[in-house]
C-alpha cells in the first residue's frame, strides 16, 4: 500500500512539474531578457540611482551582490536588536547579539537556520520586516547569479554580464511576488493561518488554559518554500497543522518549494538557444531526485527495530497525516534544494534514511537545488565534466562554444571544494579543540556517541550549503555554534557565488567556438549520464571518510 502511495504522489508531482515546466521557464527567460522595464521598476532604479538599460562587468555585478546582503545582515540584525520598542512585537524582548548575528546572516544567505522557538522568540514586525523581506531577497539574488552566469555563456565577446540591480528588480516584481501571492492565498484556502492577532488564550475540556498562537502565516509559508527559504514561523515549521495542515497542502508545499528549480533549466535552454541543453540538465536533476526519493524512502519503510514494527513504520517523529511517504518526499524535497523545511524530523528517521538528507545537502543541493544556486551549481558540475570528458578524448574542452581552460577549471574546482572545506573543518574544530569539545558534547548533544557526531555534521552540512534544517537532538544557540555556523553560512553563500560570477564574466569575454566532429554533445543521454556519474563520485570521495563516522557506522552497527 506504501509503495503505491509513494507511485502516486511522486506521479503527481511529476505531472504538475512538467505542466508548470515549459510556461514558467520561457516567462523567466523573457522576464530577464526582454528590453522593457515596468513603470514601478523606473521608479524603484530612480530612487536607488541606478540606469536601466546600463550593464556592469562580473566584478561590478559581485560588488552589488556583496554590498546588497551587507545592508541586509545589518537591516535584520538591527530589527531583532530593537524589537522590544517596534510596534507588533507582541511584548518580546530584544534577541541576544549572538544569535541576532546567526539569524542576520541565516536569511540573508538563504539558509533560514534558526536557533530558537520562533513564535516565542520573534514578533511580528521582525518576522515581517525582517526575516519575510529576507526571504525574497535573498532568493532573488541565487536566481540573478544563475541567470549572470547563463549571460555568460549566451554572449560572445562582451565584458558584461547584465545588471544586478535591474536583474534583482525583475526577479522580486514580475516572479517572486506575484506567485507568491498566489501560493498564499491558496494556502488561506487550505487552512492556514493568516492574521495578526497574537496569542489567543482558550479553555481546554478539562478546564484549564491554553495560548494559541497567530500570525501572518500563509504569506510568510508561501516565499518561505517558493524561495526555498525554508524558515518556519512556528518551531515544529511544517510539521505544524497551521503551516501545513492537510495531505494537499503538504504535496502543494513540495510544488511550490520545486517549481522554480525545475523550471530554470528551460530558463537556461532558452536563454543560450537551445532548449536540448536545458532538458539535459533537467534529466540529471530528476535522475538524482528520483534515485534519493527511493532510497530514503525504502530506508524508513524496512525500519529495523520492535518499535517500528509494532506501529507498521517507522513513524517516530512523522506526522500521522503525512505518513512515512510524505514525510520522505518532503524530506527530499527540502534538502535537494535548498528550503531545509521540515515536515518531520530527520533526527528521528532511521540511521540510513537520516543519512539521505545530510548526503543530499552534500551533493551540493542540486537537483533541482534552490532557486537560482541550483543551477548555477548543475552548470559548474557540467563543466567539470566536459573537462574530464576532454581529458579521455585528448582534446580542449568546450562547454555551449566556451573553452575551458585552466582559468574557468580553476574557477570550478574552487566553487567545488568551498562547501566540503567548510563542512569538513567547521566539524572537526567541533571536537579536535577541548575546550569547544567539552562545551558542543555537554550543551549541545542530546544523544552522545555516533549520533552525536551525526547531529553536529547535519548542522554544519545543511549551514554550508545554505540549507537550514537540522538534526533536532542538537541544541545551536551557544556562542561557538553561533559563530562557527554563522561563518559557515557566509563563506557557503557567497565564496562560491564570486567563482560563479568569475566565470560567468570570463565566458563572456570569449567568442563561440564553432562545433566539429570532435566536439563533445552535451544535450544527449551519455553526457547526462556522465554528468550523474560525476556528482556522485565527487561526493563520494569528498565525503565518504565521514559518513563512516557517524550515519553510516550507526546505521550498520
Known amino acids: 500500500m506504501e509503495i503505491w502511495l509513494a507511485v502516486a504522489q511522486f506521479a503527481t508531482l511529476a505531472l504538475v512539474l512538467a505542466v508548470l515546466y515549459r510556461p514558467l521557464g520561457d516567462y523567466m527567460a523573457h522576464t530577464f531578457t526582454s528590453p522593457k522595464h515596468l513603470r514601478v521598476e523606473r521608479g524603484l532604479y530612480r ?45 518580546m524582548p530584544a534577541i541576544p547579539e549572538g544569535l541576532s548575528f546567526n539569524t542576520a546572516i541565516s536569511f540573508v544567505t538563504n539558509t533560514n537556520w534558526q536557533s530558537y522557538s520562533p513564535d516565542v522568540t520573534m514578533g511580528y514586525a521582525v518576522q515581517m520586516a ?23 555563456l549566451a554572449r560572445r565577446s562582451t565584458g558584461t554580464i547584465g545588471n544586478f ?19 498564499a492565498i491558496a494556502l488561506v484556502v487550505g487552512g492556514v493561518v493568516q492574521n495578526l492577532t497574537g496569542f489567543t488564550e482558550v479553555t481546554t475540556l478539562t478546564g484549564g488554559t491554553q495560548s494559541i498562537p497567530g500570525g501572518p502565516v500563509a504569506s510568510q509559508e508561501a516565499i518561505k518554500l517558493l524561495g526555498t527559504n525554508g524558515g518556519g514561523f512556528f518551531n515544529a515549521n511544517s510539521a505544524h497543522p497551521f503551516e501545513n495542515p492537510s495531505g494537499w497542502t503538504n504535496l502543494f508545499e513540495v510544488v511550490l518549494m520545486l517549481a522554480i528549480p525545475f523550471s530554470l533549466p528551460r530558463t537556461f535552454g532558452t536563454m543560450v538557444g537551445d532548449k536540448r541543453q536545458g532538458y539535459a540538465i533537467l534529466a540529471a536533476m530528476g535522475a538524482i531526485f528520483v534515485i534519493s526519493f527511493a532510497a530514503l524512502t525504502t530506508f524508513e519503510l524496512i525500519g529495523a527495530g520492535s518499535a517500528p514494527m509494532a506501529a507498521g513504520g517507522a513513524m517516530e517523529g512523522k506526522e500521522q497525516r503525512f505518513g512515512i511517504v510524505g514525510s520522505t518526499l518532503f524530506a527530499t524535497t527540502s534538502t535537494l534544494t535548498s528550503t ?12 540510513l534514511g537520516g543519512m539521505m538528507p545530510m548526503f543530499n545537502m552534500m551533493l551540493g543541493e542540486i537537483a533541482p537545488g534552490g532557486v537560482g544556486s541550483g543551477l548555477y551549481g548543475m552548470l559548474v558540475l557540467a563543466i567539470i565534466t566536459v573537462f574530464i570528458a576532454g581529458l579521455l578524448v585528448g582534446r580542449t574542452p568546450e562547454y555551449l562554444g566556451k573553452k575551458i581552460g585552466p582559468r ?24 579536535a579543540i577541548p575546550a569547544i569539545r567539552d562545551d558542543v558534547e555537554t550543551t549541545s548533544i542530546w544523544n552522545p556517541g555516533l549520533h552525536g557526531f551525526s547531529e553536529v555534521l547535519y548542522a554544519f552540512t545543511s549551514a554550508s550549503n545554505n540549507n537550514g534544517s537540522a538534526f533536532a537532538g542538537l541544541t545551536a544557540n551557544t556562542p561557538w555554534l553561533n559563530a562557527a555556523l554563522g561563518a559557515a553560512m557566509l563563506l557557503g553563500r557567497f565564496v562560491p557565488i564570486v567563482f560563479v560570477l568569475a566565470l560567468a564574466g570570463s565566458f ?38 565521514v559518513l563512516a563516522l557517524g550515519p553510516l557506522a550507526e546505521g550498520l552497527s
Not at 540584525?77 to 511584548?91: D, E, F
Not at 540591480?165 to 501560493?183: C, E, G, K, N, Y
Open 130 to 152: 525582517g526575516l519575510a523581506v529576507q526571504n525574497f531577497v535573498s532568493a532573488a539574488v541565487g536566481i540573478v547569479v544563475a541567470v549572470a552566469l547563463i549571460r555568460g
Open 47 to 91: 530612487v536607488i540611482g541606478v540606469a536601466g538599460d546600463s550593464e556592469q562587468t562580473w566584478g561590478a555585478y559581485l560588488r552589488g551582490v556583496l554590498a546588497f546582503s551587507f545592508i541586509g545582515v545589518i537591516l535584520v540584525y538591527g530589527l531583532q536588536r530593537l524589537q522590544a520598542v517596534l510596534p507588533l512585537s507582541l511584548g
Open 408 to 431: 574557468e577549471i580553476k574557477l570550478a574546482s574552487l566553487y567545488i571544494l568551498t562547501t566540503p572545506t567548510l563542512v569538513l573543518v567547521g566539524t572537526a574544530l567541533s571536537f
Open 508 to 545: 563572456a569575454a570569449q567568442g563561440k567556438v564553432p562545433a566539429t566532429a570532435g566536439t563533445l554533445p552535451t544535450h544527449r543521454p551519455q553526457f547526462v549520464g556522465l554528468l550523474v556519474g560525476v556528482v556522485l563520485i565527487v561526493v563520494a570521495l569528498t565525503y565518504f571518510p
Open 340 to 351: 531545509g523545511a521540515v515536515n518531520s524530523m530527520h533526527d528521528s528517521f532511521t540511521a
Open 165 to 183: 540591480w535591474v536583474d534583482l528588480t525583475r526577479a522580486t516584481v514580475r516572479i517572486l511576488l506575484p506567485l507568491s501571492i498566489i501560493a
